[in-house]
């Protein structure tokens, strides 16, 4: 199984792994072109254009000069293991630190981030600090998330093979990449909705939603022997977070939706 999620803003700085250099490989040789493409575009805007660059990649003035400046080093700074540089509030549910060892591997092996920089990455993956939003525009080159759409067409049935996904991301990240006909249905589409309580319709929550799908992955990671088929392996975990799941498929896509209450 593959579990689907989104980066995080927050990311722990530093780091001693190599750094990937100006053709950025990881576990996906097959995007090294386009993470060049939009390396290069972002170098090429910081000379020509910044202020363009800074207002395109939705930097917020305390931390633009920061952010730039990681995004800029990429190539050349130092590196960590993905699941420990996102630091948002995902992934301190997840808290992959503190899993036993065997779910520690297991998640490491399951999660695959969307990432605005890199396309995907795998939880092992080492990367760099860096804050290029899907959402964003780099002058020159255009939305981040159109930027990999042909590529992660090209990349993503290789990489997901025969596995059920498990697919936690979050809106901006779903506009990278969404499985074609012939990966629809290994893919499980997880929504988290807050239940009012008085009668209205459960309805989108952000800052419980990323803590809630923190704690799906962990808890994927951590069912005892293999996850099996999705949608049992979703109920089981969500049964022990006091969650409802709703199926909400449409035409085109398998959706669930995992319902709770929250203070």
């Known amino acids: 199984m593959l579990v689907l999620l989104p980066p995080s803003e927050a990311k722990r700085p530093g780091g001693d792994g190599p750094a990937l250099g100006r053709r950025p490989v990881l576990s996906t040789p097959g995007l090294v072109a386009p993470r060049r493409e939009l390396l290069a575009a972002i170098r090429a805007a910081s000379r020509t254009d910044r202020p363009g660059l800074v207002a395109g990649l939705r930097l917020p003035a305390s931390v633009a000069a920061a952010a730039l400046r990681a995004d800029l080093r990429a190539a050349a700074a130092p590196t960590m293991p993905a699941l420990q540089r996102y630091a948002g509030v995902l992934y301190q549910a997840m808290d992959p630190a503190a899993l036993p060892p065997a779910a520690?591997?297991?998640?490491?092996?399951?999660?695959?981030?969307?990432?605005?920089?890199?396309?995907?990455?795998?939880?092992?993956?080492?990367?760099?600090?860096?804050?290029?939003?899907?959402?964003?525009?780099?002058?020159?080159?255009?939305?981040?998330?159109?930027?990999?759409?042909?590529?992660?067409?090209?990349?993503?049935?290789?990489?997901?093979?025969?596995?059920?996904?498990?697919?936690?991301?979050?809106?901006?990240?779903?506009?990278?990449?969404?499985?074609?006909?012939?990966?629809?249905?290994?893919?499980?589409?997880?929504?988290?909705?807050?239940?009012?309580?008085?009668?209205?319709?459960?309805?989108?929550?952000?800052?419980?939603?990323?803590?809630?799908?923190?704690?799906?992955?962990?808890?994927?990671?951590?069912?005892?022997?293999?996850?099996?088929?999705?949608?049992?392996?979703?109920a089981a975990v969500a049964e022990a977070l006091h969650l409802r799941v709703l199926d909400s498929a449409t035409p085109t896509v398998q959706r669930v939706d995992l319902v709770g209450r929250y203070p």
Do not use: F, I
């Not at 999660?111 to 760099?128: E, H, I, K, N, Q």
């Not at 893919?187 to 799908?213: E, F, T």
């Open 104 to 234: 520690a591997r297991r998640l490491a092996a399951m999660v695959v981030v969307t990432s605005g920089l890199w396309g995907v990455v795998r939880g092992a993956d080492l990367v760099p600090d860096y804050r290029v939003p899907a959402a964003g525009r780099v002058p020159g080159l255009g939305v981040v998330a159109t930027h990999w759409r042909a590529p992660l067409a090209a990349a993503m049935p290789a990489l997901v093979g025969d596995q059920p996904v498990v697919d936690l991301r979050s809106t901006d990240y779903l506009a990278m990449w969404r499985p074609g006909p012939q990966l629809t249905d290994q893919v499980l589409q997880v929504r988290v909705l807050a239940d009012p309580g008085d009668g209205r319709a459960p309805a989108p929550v952000s800052y419980h939603a990323k803590w809630v799908k923190g704690l799906v992955a962990r808890g994927l990671a951590s069912l005892p022997g293999p996850p099996g088929e999705p949608r049992s392996a979703l």
